[in-house]
C-alpha cells in the first residue's frame, strides 16, 4: 500500500527568537487543507466588565501544548475600544493584573502566548462607550445593520471621525497596550489590523473619505496602520509583535476598491519595522471568514 508522507506539521520551526514545536503551515497542493496549529484569535465575550475572569486560565491553558502558540482573544487598547460587550482589555492595571495569571497558565503548559491587540472603531454603539459617546472612527458613516451568527439584527452608531489632531492619542494606546501586555507577562503582541475594525477603516476606501493626510492616497490610508506599528514596535522591540491585515474581506460594509495594490504596498511598508511575523487572511477566505 502507498504510504501518504506525513504532513511536516510536527515539525520544530523557529519564529524569530521563539521556538515553536510546529509548524504554521501554508496551504500546497499535496496538502490542500494543511491546518495551522496556531490557536487563532477569537473573542469570547466572557470578561465581564472587560476584566478577563479566572475560568480564562482554564479556557487558555486547555488550549496550550509545549511550543505551541496562542493568539489571545482581540483585547481592548482603551475604553473606546470595545465592539463587543464583555472582550477583555489591556488597558487598566486590573485588567493586566488579572491577565497575569491567564498569562502563566499558558507558560506553565510550556506554550507561547500572544495579546491580539485591538480597537472596533465604529463596528460598536452608544451601549459600549464611556458615557454613551458615539465610536470614532476614519469617518462618520455609520456601518449599516448587519446579521449575526446567530440570526440577530446587530446595529451599529454613527460614528464620529477623529479629528487629525486625536489621531495621535489612539495611536498612543495601542502603545501602551503593548507595554501592559508585556507587563502582563505576554511574549508579544499582535496589533489587529484585520476584519473592519478601526486600523482596517482607515485602510480602505468604503470607509475613509478623509481628505487629509489620512486619507485619500495609498500611502495616506495606510499612514495610521504604520504608526501604530512604529509605535507598539518603539515600546516593545518589533521582534514581539505580529499584525494581522485583512485587505481582501468585505465585512462591516469594510472593503477596499483594490485590495491586492494595498496589500502589497502595506507589506512593502511593514518590511521598514522589523515585525515578527505578518498574517494576512487569504483572498480565498475573504467571501466566508470574517465573523470577527
Ligand atoms: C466566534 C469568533 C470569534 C472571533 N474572534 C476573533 C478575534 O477576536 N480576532 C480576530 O482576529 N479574529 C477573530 N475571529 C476570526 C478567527 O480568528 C479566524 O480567522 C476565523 O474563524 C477563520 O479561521 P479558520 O480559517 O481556521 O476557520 C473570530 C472568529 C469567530 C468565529
Known amino acids: 500500500m502507498e504510504s501518504t ?55 487558555y491553558a486547555q488550549r496550550a501544548t509545549k511550543g505551541g502558540l496562542l ?10 475600544a470595545q465592539g463587543y460587550k464583555d472582550a477583555p482589555g489591556v488597558w487598566t492595571e486590573e485588567q493586566v493584573d488579572a491577565w497575569k495569571p491567564v498569562v502563566d497558565a499558558v507558560h506553565a503548559k510550556g506554550a507561547l502566548f500572544f495579546c491580539q491587540i485591538w480597537h472596533a472603531g465604529r463596528v460598536s454603539n452608544y451601549k459600549l462607550q464611556p458615557n454613551g459617546q458615539a465610536p470614532i472612527s476614519s469617518t462618520d458613516k455609520q456601518v449599516s445593520p448587519q446579521m449575526s451568527a446567530d440570526g440577530r439584527l446587530e446595529e451599529f452608531s454613527p460614528p464620529r471621525s477623529l479629528a487629525k489632531d486625536e489621531i495621535p492619542n489612539v495611536v498612543d494606546d495601542f502603545r501602551k497596550a503593548a507595554r501592559n501586555a508585556i507587563a502582563a507577562g505576554f511574549d508579544g503582541v499582535e496589533i489587529h489590523g484585520a476584519y473592519s475594525y478601526i486600523i482596517d477603516q482607515f485602510l480602505k476606501d468604503s470607509a475613509n473619505d478623509r481628505t487629509n493626510e489620512y486619507g485619500g492616497s495609498l500611502d495616506n490610508r495606510c499612514r495610521f496602520a504604520l504608526e501604530v506599528v512604529d509605535a507598539v514596535v518603539g515600546e516593545v522591540g518589533g521582534h514581539r509583535v505580529g499584525i494581522r491585515l485583512s485587505p481582501f474581506t468585505d465585512y462591516m460594509d469594510c472593503h477596499d476598491s483594490d485590495p491586492q495594490a494595498l496589500a502589497l504596498h502595506l507589506v512593502n511598508k511593514l518590511n521598514d519595522y522589523g515585525i515578527l511575523y505578518c498574517h494576512m487572511i487569504e483572498p480565498r477566505m475573504a467571501h466566508v471568514d470574517g465573523r470577527r
Not at 484569535?41 to 470578561?47: A, D, G, H, V, Y
Open 5 to 59: 508522507p506525513a504532513p511536516p506539521l510536527l515539525t520544530p520551526h523557529k519564529m524569530g527568537q521563539f521556538d515553536l514545536s510546529h509548524r504554521h503551515c501554508n496551504q500546497s497542493a499535496q496538502f490542500p487543507f494543511m491546518p495551522s496549529v496556531v490557536l487563532a484569535p477569537l473573542t469570547r465575550q466572557r470578561s465581564y466588565g472587560n476584566v478577563p475572569q479566572p475560568h480564562a486560565r482554564v479556557y
Open 71 to 80: 493568539i489571545a482573544e482581540a483585547t481592548g487598547v482603551s475604553d473606546t
